[in-house]
């Protein structure tokens, strides 16, 4: 059986298996990026709450997991060279998992690194801009007088909401198969029409490619059982 004892996020939330990966996480639009992962690659896993309206990633030993306080992370005891292996950043870790399983990733290496941009097109561009409009229209940012942030924030997701439209002319997925890249980004999208409620600000109804690619995504098994790991706490 694998020791995990080396890392102190273990204390806080015990591995019942330390042979599998132990993912920790909370079912938002990033958490779910690797929940989808796992479930759609079959790697045997582990998931621990971390409760992210408790703050408890702020606590020590989440942050000593990922010194930047925020899920997803996680350990994998089989790692490179059959060495532990902590990992933050769901970004980082769609791509390991995916170099892991030979899944979800094309092998060309000009089509692999096309499939990493888009990676990167969510993490820099749809994330941020995406979740400050989740901010300035369902959270705080309603009770602001000045609408000009939620306008800007609005407009530049409609902008790539756009781009993802024209990208999936003619695809069912980003890359034409299903990869990291449709698995980065679904979840957001998701969140943005239905958690946030924004539909109707970034005008989702006039797409046509991404709401039939999101369905495609969402019809899923592992989609679908990704997008409720972890279990929120009840």
């Known amino acids: 059986m694998a020791d995990l004892s ?17 993912l920790y996480s909370f079912p938002t639009p990033n958490g779910v990026k690797v929940s989808i992962m796992l479930e759609e690659t079959g790697l045997a896993y582990e998931p621990h709450a971390v409760d992210i309206s408790k703050n408890q990633t702020w606590d020590e030993p989440f942050l000593s997991l990922n010194p930047n306080g925020k ?33 979800f990733m094309p092998a060309d290496p000009a089509l692999r690194y096309q499939t990493i941009q888009w990676v990167m097109f969510q993490m820099a561009a749809i994330g941020p ?6 901010f300035f229209h369902k959270f705080a940012g309603r009770e602001f007088e000045d609408k000009r942030p939620r306008d800007r924030y609005v407009a530049e997701s409609k902008r790539l909401l756009g781009v993802l439209e024209t ?68």
């Open 71 to 103: 899920i997803p992370a996680i350990i994998d005891s089989n790692g490179p060279d059959g060495k532990p292996l902590a990992l933050f950043e769901s970004g980082a870790i769609l791509i390991y998992l995916a170099e892991k399983t030979g899944k």
């Open 129 to 134: 801009m995406f979740g400050q409009v989740g």
């Open 6 to 22: 080396g890392f102190p996020i273990t204390r806080r939330w015990p591995a019942a298996n330390p042979d599998v990966i132990q």
């Open 167 to 234: 990208r999936l002319a003619g695809r069912d997925w980003i890359m034409g198969e299903y990869s990291i890249a449709d698995i980065a980004i679904l979840g957001w999208v998701r969140n943005l029409i239905g958690f946030y409620g924004a539909g109707e600000l970034v005008a989702y109804a006039e797409l046509s490619n991404v709401p039939a690619w999101l369905e495609r995504g969402l019809a899923r098994p592992g989609v679908q059982r990704g997008l409720e790991i972890p279990k929120r706490p009840g």
